[in-house]
């Protein structure tokens, strides 16, 4: 799964599409996975980690024996060849250099930093094994793998999907490690629990954990990185800072970087962060991943883009004298609530649903169902306001709340920026802010639901209620936390963001839309239902309602593990008789391979960068372009794999 476009997705792009479903539990199996790489590999056994992870109150304080002293972490980043891994899932890319990465920035990004205060992890597997070895993990002579003084064995356990793509990588890196003397326990688990509400991730259940993130036209990375984004029992698992990772100067920078409209300010804070990233090695960049997506030669304007998911326009989509289209998919969603499922499968049908709120194609941001309100176009201001003791705000660097977890309120000794864009500590009466106050509209004229009800105040409304509450699954309440009020309308809603708030994408849209309307089959209406029971409602989890080109009826359309039957959307605010592709059916295959072979026979006609893994696969889609028999776009991806290191023991 590419997890969260990009995980360091903010509330704004959590609500395009969330209208979805509850997580399904996975089966307890144990399987055996041939893994082809570059390197010699046994065979893996792929284990299955099941359900809920039960973890009490004052966890994670013990730091973890191995990876909390940064020597072992710095030593598995030398010992890892990069080039290695990046050949294993990519034979026919010559240049390895153009996707090694150094930070969590990717080096096309206007954020990303490379100079020489950072700090590199050249693959030197000598170097490496000195700093296990200063460590105190030593090597006896003909031992495979390190001891220390207690006798024990340095080993960790490795933790990541199934996928046949990370199968292959991770064969890499386990024989890098053992090469170096550090056992590595591979664990390939199922999407649904690696990346679960409540399983994996979210519940800090590994050692070394493997996945991507979805890079987006804005770094982002308050979640990921900021000190109060470390998830544990006490704050109910809310944050993306799986790691535990504190470090107050990237903190306090991954903040101003996310609370500035100010390019140049957030350019210096990111570099700030990267090198402080780069110098505790908490998590180790990878590379970035080269997205092929692949399609019938019928098939007629088929765009995949670098930052939006390749059905984006799929409403453009034709095929001469047909009216079906089939995707091929290797994984299934796990829910279509989008609060509780980020996968790139989900979003990619997602975007069929619910279409898109505010596309960031090629890096940029641009209109779609609502307007990109920026100060230019004057559907924004960023006013001086008087703030006086007591009043709600932002600090200098972007935190909602005070280190009790309570409303952050100015008072003496609290950090701000004044409207001057200087940073003072309050020492009582009054002070000029910075507020923003956005007008976010509809650009689709005449919006209305799959159903034909149009969408309206309330259904804005609803989502502002469901969304940010805790009991939803929302794993971040940053942007609901920034908001000093807001005024809902028909055709959209006016934010009055809180003093101090300076996002810099305030510009898109920070509140989606449900449908309030929607009567339920156990008799209630939607917007009578409690937060916390919306992931096992059958019409967000199943069937949802949306404004997209296509439709995913309560019929069992859905045939789980099967197919989904999509049909056009007959009240789409484009014209229902614009879509040329009246059926869409998604094919869930049992592999890459499965799905690449049913492309070149012709049963399927599109397989997508969410299924499309890089080995001999990707091979025959290349070849077969080459005889022009299917075309494919190999794309310069945003996303990017890592090994994350949890710094503490549950």
């Not at 409540?198 to 990921?224: C, H, M, N």
């Not at 006086?388 to 000794?413: F, H, Q, Y």
């Amino acid at each position: 799964m590419r997890k969260h476009k990009n995980a360091m997705v903010a509330l704004a792009f959590l609500t395009v599409a969330s209208i979805l479903l509850a997580a399904c539990q996975p089966q307890t199996v144990i399987q055996t996975v041939e893994v082809t790489s570059v390197v010699e590999v046994p065979v893996v056994e792929t284990q299955i980690v099941e359900n809920v992870v039960e973890v009490e109150k004052g966890a994670f304080t013990e730091p973890h024996p191995i990876l909390s002293d940064l020597r072992n972490r710095q030593g598995i980043a030398y010992c890892t060849n990069r080039d290695e891994l990046i050949a294993s899932v990519y034979p026919f890319i010559a240049d390895k250099s153009v996707l090694n990465m150094n930070t969590f920035i990717p080096r096309s990004s206007w954020a990303n930093y490379d100079g020489d205060e950072l700090v590199k992890y050249p693959f030197d597997a000598a170097t490496g094994a000195a700093l296990f070895e200063e460590a105190g993990w030593t090597l006896a002579e003909g031992a495979t793998y390190r001891t220390n003084a207690n006798g024990d064995e340095m080993s960790l356990k490795f933790t990541t999907t199934t996928a046949a793509f990370r199968q292959t990588w991770a064969a890499v890196f386990e024989a890098n490690m053992r090469d170096c003397g550090l056992r590595v326990i591979r664990l390939h688990a199922p999407a649904a629990w690696w990346f679960g509400d409540t399983t994996g991730i979210s519940r800090r259940d590994y050692e070394l954990g493997a996945f991507a993130w979805v890079g987006q036209a804005d770094p982002g990375g308050q979640t990921l990185y900021a000190c109060d984004q470390i998830p544990l029992p006490e704050n109910g698992w809310v944050g993306q800072n799986a790691m535990g990772w504190c470090n107050e100067t990237a903190s306090n920078n991954i903040k101003l970087a996310n609370n500035t409209l100010d390019r140049n300010e957030r350019i210096e804070a990111y570099k700030q962060t990267q090198i402080e990233f780069t110098k505790d090695m908490v998590s180790l960049p990878l590379f970035n991943r080269a997205e092929i997506a692949a399609a019938s030669v019928n098939l007629k304007n088929f765009k995949p883009n670098t930052t939006e998911y390749y059905t984006w326009n799929s409403y453009e989509w034709e095929i001469e004298g047909a009216d079906t289209i089939v995707l091929g998919f290797s994984q299934e969603p796990a829910s279509m609530f989008s609060l509780v499922e980020s996968a790139a499968v989900q979003r990619s049908i997602g975007e069929l649903i619910f279409d898109v709120g505010v596309t960031s194609r090629d890096y940029d941001y641009q209109a779609n169902l609502f307007e990109v309100s920026t100060i230019e176009s004057g559907l924004a201001s960023n006013n001086d306001v008087e703030v006086n003791e007591g009043d709600l705000i932002l600090d200098s660097v972007g935190n909602t709340t005070d280190a009790d977890g309570n409303p952050l309120a100015l008072a003496a000794g609290v950090k701000i920026k004044n409207a001057a864009g200087e940073e003072v500590e309050y020492s009582g009466g009054s002070v000029t802010m910075k507020q923003l106050v956005v007008d976010y509209k509809l650009a689709a004229a005449g919006l209305k639901w799959s159903d034909g009800e149009p969408v309206k105040a309330a259904d804005f409304e609803l989502a502002y209620k469901i969304d940010c509450d805790p009991a939803s699954g929302a794993t971040s309440f940053i942007i609901c936390e920034s908001i000093q009020g807001v005024e809902f309308r028909d055709d959209g809603y006016t934010v009055t963001w809180k003093p101090g708030s300076q996002n810099p994408t305030y510009y898109v849209f920070p509140i989606g839309f449900y449908p309030s309307h929607q009567a339920l089959a156990d008799g209630r209406n939607l917007a009578d239902v409690p937060a916390a029971e919306w992931a096992t409602l059958p019409e967000i989890a199943e069937c949802p309602l949306g404004v997209g080109p296509y439709v995913l009826a309560c019929d069992g359309s859905w045939e789980k593990g099967v197919k989904m039957t999509l049909t056009a959307n007959p009240n789409y605010w484009r014209g229902a008789d614009t879509l040329k592709i009246k059926t869409v059916v998604v094919t869930f295959v049992a592999d890459t391979n499965s799905a690449v072979a049913q492309l070149l026979t012709g049963d399927v006609d599109v397989v997508g960068s969410e299924t499309l893994g890089a080995g001999q696969e990707v091979q025959l889609v290349i070849d077969a372009q080459a005889a022009g028999t299917v075309q494919a776009e190999v794309i310069p991806s945003a996303t990017w794999e890592h090994i994350d290191m949890n710094l503490n023991l549950p």
